[in-house]
């Protein structure tokens, strides 16, 4: 793409709001043809008019061809936005754990089966996963979510590491908080450890433009991530403590 996403074919998934309709705004801006996707008709239909876009309305692992037919045959970027929040324990129903599994993962590895044939012929493609910080590092409160978005990462990491040099560029998407109804819908557990530095979600997207001109993986909206991340893998124990230590306190604020 030169360096530009003008005129190339993107997709993003969840673009219903926050930060999936954020990205769709900002590739939109920079001239990039766009496909919308989301469970809800009504989320995307306004966005799609707003910003000149077509709306793929269905299952986010699920709509790679219908989505490439609207662009004439060809995606140059996906973004595998869509996600669920999942909060809970260990305790957490079998369908919740399956949920969480089947959309932040699952639909990451169906999509990209789906573009890669077409990305390695030519040698060139961009996927773009939405994952978390918690796929870094972790979240109290919400077990199902912080394992899937570990899985989210590692997927990513691995088509990072297989396909860079046939052309596929990777970039995971890490952020903390930012202000959507996710956020809202992580409770106690987001309010203690989310909300005091949670971001909008244009500045999701203008992190990850950043990463694609840059060619790097990690898109850390929250520039701290990186020395939380780092921490972790130098004193794994000390930095449980301290995540424990997080624990107690929101245990306490429940009590």
Request: include cysteine; aromatic fraction near 6%; proline fraction near 4%.
């Amino acid at each position: 793409m030169g360096g530009t996403v003008r005129g190339a074919g993107v997709v993003v998934t969840g673009a219903g709001g926050g930060i999936g309709a954020a990205l769709a705004r900002r590739f939109a801006e920079e001239g990039a043809r766009v496909v919308v996707n989301d469970l809800d008709a009504a989320g995307i239909g306004p966005l799609a008019e707003e910003i000149g876009a077509v709306a793929v309305v269905g299952d986010a692992s699920r709509i790679v061809d219908e989505a490439r037919d609207a662009l004439d045959g060809t995606i140059d970027v996906y973004c595998a936005n869509a996600g669920l929040a999942s909060p809970g324990d260990v305790l957490a129903d079998e369908e919740v754990w399956a949920a969480a599994w089947d959309v932040n993962v699952m639909a990451h590895v169906r999509a990209a089966r789906a573009l890669l044939p077409a990305w390695l012929e030519r040698g060139s493609g961009r996927f773009v996963s939405t994952a978390s910080a918690a796929g870094l590092l972790t979240m109290i409160g919400a077990a199902p979510y912080s394992v899937t978005k570990h899985g989210a990462v590692a997927f990513a990491e691995w088509l990072s590491l297989t396909y860079r040099h046939r052309g596929v560029k990777v970039h995971a998407i890490c952020p903390q908080g930012v202000r959507t109804d996710m956020l809202a819908a992580a409770g106690s557990a987001g309010e203690l450890v989310l909300a005091p530095g949670a971001i909008e979600p244009a500045a999701v997207a203008d992190a990850l433009f950043d990463a694609m001109a840059e060619d790097r993986f990690l898109v850390l909206p929250h520039p701290e991530v990186a020395g939380y991340y780092r921490a972790r893998a130098e004193d794994t124990d000390r930095w449980l403590g301290g995540m424990n230590h997080l624990q107690r306190k929101w245990e306490e604020t429940r009590a």
